[in-house]
């Protein structure tokens, strides 16, 4: 049976372009992961210490 050079390529291009993308986050619907920590708080600079 001859080998489609197309579907070669194809899987050969899904697999490099596997080895460079991150892998998936899965998200654990039991919540069995590590629990979240409490939100960091953003503060915004005070113009008024920025002033010379």
């Known amino acids: ?4 050079p197309y579907a070669a ?14 892998p998936v ?3 654990d619907p039991a919540g069995a992961a590590e629990p979240e920590s409490e939100p960091q708080q953003v503060t915004s600079p005070d113009p008024a210490d920025s002033a010379a």
């Open 1 to 4: 049976m001859p080998i489609d």
């Open 9 to 22: 390529l194809n899987a050969m291009l899904r697999a490099e372009a596997a080895r460079f993308t991150p």
């Open 25 to 27: 986050r899965q998200s």
